[in-house]
């Protein structure tokens, strides 16, 4: 199972644009990205998902780049809201899906 | 209503005690999980399970019993709760297909005594 590695904290200032990168090396052949939210008192909430190249929703865009070693969560003009963790998982469901979050990023937004 | 409950929101229990948490999902999903957060802490996953009769061990399965005998509902048994099982608890689901989307209920708060 492929382990990540995210910076445990970030600040952002209202309308900037926030780019959380996670490191996973170990990557598999067969594993997706996915990146989750997670606001206090609730469970995370599925972002995007990605195999290889660019991603993009109403949400948000992820990039990652040919060797898959690593991904890019970018959040375009963050608000107060986007006060959160967001989370890097790597995984496949072939072969019995187990999923592993890691400590996650901390991003708070600031007025 | 469609989507995916706990129950119960908040446990207190005592050591030594068995307690049963459950989760029950209205779209038919084949994947479900159990997870525990720890007060500021990443998501542990507890046991899983691909299809109805079908489950699996997690990261931390120790202490915890699952069953999955109908395809929405997915109980999860500390057989004899102890203090470091204390957590919030978050049941998740996921539909055959869709890699890694999950959703998730809106966890459950035990405290053992």
């Known amino acids: 199972l492929a382990k990540t590695t995210q910076p445990i904290s970030m600040d952002s200032y209202e309308g900037q644009e926030v780019n959380i990168t996670c490191s996973h090396n170990?990557?598999?052949?067969?594993?997706?990205i996915t990146w989750y939210q997670q606001f206090p008192s609730q469970g995370p909430r599925f972002i995007i998902q990605?195999?290889?190249t660019k991603v993009t929703n109403e949400v948000a865009s992820l990039f990652i780049p040919a060797d898959r070693k690593s991904s890019t969560l970018s959040l375009p003009r963050v608000s107060l809201s986007d006060t959160a963790v967001y989370y890097c998982?790597?995984?496949?469901?072939?072969?019995?899906?187990?999923?592993?979050f890691g400590a996650g990023t901390r991003l708070f937004v600031k007025a | 209503d469609a989507g995916i409950t706990q129950s119960p929101r908040y446990k207190i229990t005592e050591t030594g005690r068995q307690v049963t948490l459950m989760c029950h999902q209205t779209?038919?999903?084949?994947?479900m999980f159990w997870y525990r957060q720890d007060l500021g802490h990443g998501l542990r996953l507890i046991y899983y399970?691909?299809?109805?009769?079908?489950?699996d061990k997690g990261e931390v399965p120790d202490g915890y019993v699952v069953s999955r005998s109908k395809t929405e509902n997915f109980p999860l048994t500390l057989e004899s709760a102890t203090r470091s099982q204390t957590s919030v608890y978050f049941c998740?689901?996921?539909?055959?297909?869709?890699?890694?989307?999950?959703?998730f209920g809106p966890g459950t708060r035990l405290t053992v005594t």
């Open positions: 998982l790597v995984g496949a469901p072939t072969g019995g899906f187990k999923t592993i």
């Open positions: 170990n990557i598999a052949t067969n594993d997706y």
């Open positions: 990605g195999y290889k």
């Open positions: 779209w038919s999903h084949s994947y």
């Open positions: 399970s691909a299809a109805a009769d079908i489950t």
């Open positions: 998740a689901s996921s539909g055959t297909g869709t890699v890694g989307e999950q959703y």
